[in-house]
Structures are given as structure tokens and as C-alpha cells.
């Protein structure tokens, strides 16, 4: 098992690719904090890594308020002693919204959400890392912080920010053993993929064709599965070489 006595913390863990993560990382020998907004989603998320005779807490968070990511944090080194693994997953996606149109009060939210929060978990879980001389940090990005979209602003801006702040933590914390990646999916087959859908109406499957698949070159949707396999590899052992990497995970979109 690659995570074998790893204490890790998801954010967003209640559904998609944070739900895939868990459980993928609980397979591996994790002890996994899951932790989302959503409570009643983290436990079904700890339910079904329980089912598998894994472990897992539920913890409530908002990532976007300080006390609460302060709270996540030390409940976990309280419990279990360590922090290990901290994966930066809950993120709100962005509707076409022409940049004229965009609420100062959206702006505020997507980048609390999607940007804040990475610093929020680095600056409460570091000094616990720095502590023990090792931690892995690991953010979901987007490859729309790449390659930008018409009407996805805030969003592209919130992303591209947690891929530069991924590089200047890499550099900032190598000297303490922490390493420090982050994964930018492409179009992933969760709730959230939906909510990008310009003038959402009619058929999702047939909206997803013609909007997302259609624009991957390898020609399939990423799957939950596909962002937990790469976020195995950088969590663990096989990686411990690798820092500062942003991985596209994208089916060749991004290019
Ligand atoms: N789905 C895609 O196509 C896609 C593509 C690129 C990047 N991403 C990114 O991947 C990450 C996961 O997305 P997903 O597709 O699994 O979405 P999802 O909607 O299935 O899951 C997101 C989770 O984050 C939680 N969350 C939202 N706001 C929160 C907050 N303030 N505090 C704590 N938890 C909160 C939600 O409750 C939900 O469980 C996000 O950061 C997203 O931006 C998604």
C-alpha cells in the first residue's frame, strides 16, 4: 500500500474528484479527513470508505473562512498526531458571465473559494509540516488556467493564481521536506462539469458532446478515477522527487 499510516485532509472530499481522491488515498492505507460544506455528503463519502473497511472522519468546512480552515486543521493533528497530506479540492465553478456583467460579490466568492483557501490550509497545516520535517500540498487547479475561456474570468483568474502560488510554495517550503504540486484537470464528469455549460438547456449528455468531448483531443471525458490516479502518484512515494509541477491531467486539451 503506498500511503500506509498517511494522515491526509480533502477539501471538497463530498463529491467528484475529492469523493474519487478519498477513496482512492483510504484504499491505500490513508486515514482520510474528509472534509466539504456539505456534511451530509462528507459522510456519505466516509460511509462508502467504511463499507471498504478504510478510514475516515467527516469534518464541516468552509475553506473559504479562516476559523473554520484553523478548526479542520487542528481537529486533525489533535486526533491523529500529524498532517501528512493536505489535497486543495473544493472549488465553485463560474457560468458564462461577460467580465461587464461579473458581480464584485462573484468575483469575491470565486477567488475565496478557489484561491484564499490554498493559502488558508497552507498557513494553518505548514507549521505542523515544518514540524515533522515532511508534508505533500497538493491543489486541483484547472487547465482553464491555461487556456482561458470566453466568460470564465473569475474562474481562469482563480485558478491561475493557485498554479503560481503552487511554484511559490514549492520553492518557499523545499528546504523543510514539504513538496508542493498541483494537478490542472480538464473537463471531469462531475456535477460541476454542467454548471460551465453556457444557456444550460436540453440534454446534458448531448450538451457534454457537443461542448466538452468534442474539444479533447484524446476524445473522452476525464473521469474522478483519472484525477485520484495522478493525485496517488503525487501524494506518494513515487513522487518524491517531484515539486513545484503543475500536471495537466487533460486529455490533451490544454494543448
Ligand atoms: N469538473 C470539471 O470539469 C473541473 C475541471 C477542472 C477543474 N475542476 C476543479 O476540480 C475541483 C473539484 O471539482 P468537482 O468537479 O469534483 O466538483 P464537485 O462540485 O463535484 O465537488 C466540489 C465539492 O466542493 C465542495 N465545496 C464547495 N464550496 C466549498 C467551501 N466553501 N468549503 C468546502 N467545500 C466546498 C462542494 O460541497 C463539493 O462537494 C474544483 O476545485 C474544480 O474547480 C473541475
Redesign the pocket.
Given at each position: 500500500m503506498l500511503l500506509q499510516n498517511q494522515i491526509a485532509i480533502i477539501?471538497?472530499?463530498?463529491?467528484?474528484?475529492?469523493r474519487a481522491m478519498a477513496l482512492s488515498f483510504a484504499n491505500e492505507g490513508a486515514t482520510v479527513a474528509v472534509?466539504?460544506?456539505?456534511i451530509e455528503?462528507a459522510a456519505e463519502t466516509v460511509s462508502l470508505i467504511q463499507a471498504k473497511n478504510g478510514m475516515a472522519i467527516a469534518i464541516g468546512?468552509?475553506?473559504?473562512n479562516a476559523q473554520s480552515v484553523k478548526k479542520l486543521i487542528n481537529t486533525v493533528a489533535e486526533r491523529e498526531g500529524k498532517i501528512d497530506i493536505i489535497i486543495n479540492?473544493?472549488?465553485?465553478?463560474q457560468a458564462f458571465t461577460p467580465i461587464e456583467d461579473l458581480e464584485e460579490e462573484q468575483w469575491d466568492r470565486l477567488l475565496n473559494?478557489?484561491t484564499k483557501?490554498v493559502f488558508l490550509t497552507a498557513k494553518y497545516a505548514v507549521p505542523f509540516m515544518k514540524k515533522q520535517k515532511q508534508g505533500v500540498i497538493l491543489s486541483?487547479?484547472?487547465?482553464?488556467s491555461e487556456r482561458a475561456r470566453p466568460g470564465l474570468n473569475a474562474?481562469c483568474a482563480s485558478?491561475g493564481a493557485v498554479a503560481v502560488l503552487t511554484k511559490a510554495l514549492a520553492i518557499e517550503l523545499a528546504p523543510f521536506g514539504i513538496r508542493v504540486n498541483a494537478i490542472?484537470?480538464?473537463?471531469?464528469n462531475?456535477?460541476?462539469?454542467g454548471k460551465?455549460i453556457p444557456d444550460h438547456e436540453g440534454e446534458l449528455e448531448q450538451q457534454k458532446q457537443e461542448v466538452f468531448i468534442s474539444s479533447i483531443p484524446l476524445g473522452k471525458l476525464?473521469e474522478?478515477e483519472d484525477i485520484a490516479q495522478s493525485a496517488l502518484y503525487l501524494c506518494s512515494p513515487l513522487s518524491e522527487k517531484v515539486t513545484g509541477t503543475i500536471l495537466n491531467v487533460d486529455g490533451g486539451r490544454g494543448i
Amino acid at each position: 500500500m503506498l500511503l500506509q499510516n498517511q494522515i491526509a485532509i480533502i477539501t471538497g472530499a463530498g463529491s467528484g474528484m475529492g469523493r474519487a481522491m478519498a477513496l482512492s488515498f483510504a484504499n491505500e492505507g490513508a486515514t482520510v479527513a474528509v472534509a466539504d460544506i456539505n456534511i451530509e455528503a462528507a459522510a456519505e463519502t466516509v460511509s462508502l470508505i467504511q463499507a471498504k473497511n478504510g478510514m475516515a472522519i467527516a469534518i464541516g468546512v468552509d475553506v473559504s473562512n479562516a476559523q473554520s480552515v484553523k478548526k479542520l486543521i487542528n481537529t486533525v493533528a489533535e486526533r491523529e498526531g500529524k498532517i501528512d497530506i493536505i489535497i486543495n479540492c473544493a472549488g465553485l465553478p463560474q457560468a458564462f458571465t461577460p467580465i461587464e456583467d461579473l458581480e464584485e460579490e462573484q468575483w469575491d466568492r470565486l477567488l475565496n473559494v478557489n484561491t484564499k483557501s490554498v493559502f488558508l490550509t497552507a498557513k494553518y497545516a505548514v507549521p505542523f509540516m515544518k514540524k515533522q520535517k515532511q508534508g505533500v500540498i497538493l491543489s486541483i487547479s484547472s487547465i482553464a488556467s491555461e487556456r482561458a475561456r470566453p466568460g470564465l474570468n473569475a474562474y481562469c483568474a482563480s485558478k491561475g493564481a493557485v498554479a503560481v502560488l503552487t511554484k511559490a510554495l514549492a520553492i518557499e517550503l523545499a528546504p523543510f521536506g514539504i513538496r508542493v504540486n498541483a494537478i490542472n484537470p480538464g473537463p471531469t464528469n462531475t456535477e460541476m462539469l454542467g454548471k460551465f455549460i453556457p444557456d444550460h438547456e436540453g440534454e446534458l449528455e448531448q450538451q457534454k458532446q457537443e461542448v466538452f468531448i468534442s474539444s479533447i483531443p484524446l476524445g473522452k471525458l476525464i473521469e474522478p478515477e483519472d484525477i485520484a490516479q495522478s493525485a496517488l502518484y503525487l501524494c506518494s512515494p513515487l513522487s518524491e522527487k517531484v515539486t513545484g509541477t503543475i500536471l495537466n491531467v487533460d486529455g490533451g486539451r490544454g494543448i
